[in-house]
């Protein structure tokens, strides 16, 4: 091997003895100094001038010294273990999760409401830690965690979804978004404190995709009231729900975290009973969560969860 060798490499022990050699001015110092033989320590430079192809010493009275070539590599050496000390660092941060990169899917709601407090919280407390976030409705996520594109997903129940118990994954509950009906500000409901569900059923319904967790829940919901609900306008983002609700155009259920809303014209109102509501976690795959950056990552959510003002956490069954 040469310097002009596509597998050029450097054996930096061998550099180390270079350095020792420069400093204590002769072989047989270098050697009592480390507790080598002076033939070992001969050897080992011997060797690293034949794989760098250049010479290292040069006879100087009864000692050596270093040649040009050889003070060129110290100076790269230098620099070389400048960098290897900053990935021991980075690899000792990487332990304590201070530093490292934590992939994300979410979906949109969850995003604005608990991932994005808890990535300005590791910024500011982490800083070295990365959270690249990554917008997906649950299913997509899911499949993107158990394909390894992604680290942490924050989902919500729906079906389909994991069981709690499923071995394959690791849980944290965040927290229980509630869904208050959403009205038309002239509806006759409107000024109520709160309306009984069932007192809907007549409405034209406004909701997301039947495949959506929400969907799901006002299906469910509406037939524990007695009713099956007459959905004629299905939308995926909560603005668009709320701009057909304040054009009259029917009710919806609206979740708490999808708050605030840019349209006026509209009323929310609490159902009466026992809420419906839709269970926000977050999960990575097991053993998982044994990695410092993902703990860290899953405990900035937890706390950007309990502290929002609207939090439910009890009703997480």
């Known amino acids: 091997m040469s310097i002009d060798s596509g597998n050029f490499t450097i054996d930096l022990r061998r550099v180390r003895l270079l350095r020792e050699v420069d400093q204590r001015g002769t072989v047989a110092a270098t050697a009592a100094a480390l507790h080598l033989t002076p033939s070992a320590v001969s050897q080992q430079l011997a060797g690293l001038a034949r794989d760098l192809d250049v010479p290292l010493l040069e006879k100087q009275g009864r000692g050596v010294r270093l040649t040009g070539q050889a003070r060129v590599l110290l100076r790269h050496a230098d620099a070389v273990a400048a960098q290897l000390e900053k990935a021991r660092a980075d690899l000792s941060a990487f332990t304590d999760g201070t530093v490292g990169e934590v992939r994300v899917g979410s979906l949109a709601t969850a995003i604005a409401a608990v991932v994005a407090p808890a990535l300005g919280r590791l910024r500011r407390e982490r800083p070295g830690l990365d959270l690249l976030v990554r917008e997906k409705e649950p299913a997509e996520a899911l499949a993107g965690l158990d394909a390894g594109e992604l680290d942490v997903v924050v989902a919500v129940d729906q079906h389909g979804a994991p069981h709690r118990d499923d071995a394959r994954y690791h849980r944290v509950d965040l927290l229980t978004d509630v869904l208050d009906a959403l009205l038309p500000a002239g509806h006759p409901s409107a000024h109520l404190p709160e ?36 959905v004629r306008h299905h939308c995926q983002e909560w603005d668009a729900v709320a701009a057909l609700v304040a054009a009259g155009a029917g009710v919806a259920l609206l979740p708490r975290l999808a708050h605030p809303l840019r349209h006026s014209g509209l009323t929310v109102v609490p159902l009466a009973g026992a809420p419906a509501a839709r269970s926000i976690y977050a999960v990575t795959r097991a053993g998982r969560d044994a990695d410092a950056p993902t703990a860290a990552v899953l405990g900035a959510l937890l706390r950007a969860a309990a502290e929002r003002p609207d939090a439910v956490p009890d009703l997480v069954a």
């Open 195 to 230: 309306i009984p569900l069932e007192e809907l059923a007549p409405e034209v319904w406004i909701s997301s995709p039947r495949s959506d967790a929400c969907a799901q829940i006002t299906s469910g919901v509406c037939a524990s009231a007695g009713f099956a609900p007459d």
